[in-house]
């Protein structure tokens, strides 16, 4: 009877110590597939990521191979310019080269002073908005009198092109 018992008391260890295997295996599954399915967010997280970044990536590439073919459009029109100028100087004389050249400068000027006016600010005129006692030469030339010039207060003061040519 006695070594009964002390196969059934065995048994019944070796079926607790077994049935503890067994829950701790369940449990390590468990903890397992939380992990799996924490690493699967974010496999699936660095996946838009990447999806984010390789459209970002193409729209970098489009602008810098529409920005290459600017530049290259304006290398040409550089060359075409320099080779136009040098045919022009080979045609013209000296003299009327420096005449185009002069001519040049006068009408890059002129474009820069209209291009200034654009950005004329009026509050820089001010003081020239109020009434003021200015001394201005009579026709004659002979002496000064005072004059009161009324100016508009409101809107940029008026200019004449032909100060400007």
């Known amino acids: 009877k006695q070594e009964v018992e002390e196969r059934s008391k065995k048994k019944d260890h070796e079926s607790l110590i077994s049935s503890k295997v067994i829950q ?3 449990l390590a599954r468990k903890a397992l597939e939380k992990e799996m399915k924490k690493l699967k967010l974010e496999t699936d997280k660095l996946k838009e990521d990447l999806k984010t970044a390789l459209t970002q990536l193409e729209v970098l590439g489009t602008e810098v191979k529409d920005k290459s073919e600017t530049i290259a459009s ?7 310019e320099r080779k136009a100028v040098i045919n022009l100087s080979d045609k013209l004389s000296h003299h009327e080269m420096e005449r185009k050249i002069e001519e040049e400068i006068a009408r890059r000027t002129l474009e820069n002073q209209i291009s200034n006016l654009a950005d004329y600010d009026c509050a820089q005129d001010d003081h020239y908005n109020d009434m003021r006692n200015l001394a201005m030469r009579n026709l004659s030339g002979n002496a000064r009198r ?3 010039i009324l100016r508009p ?3 940029p003061p008026q200019i004449s092109w032909t100060n400007i040519l």
């Open 24 to 26: 701790d295996e369940i």
């Open 74 to 80: 304006l290398e040409e029109r550089l060359v075409t």
């Open 153 to 155: 207060v409101s809107g």
């Open 146 to 148: 005072s004059s009161q």
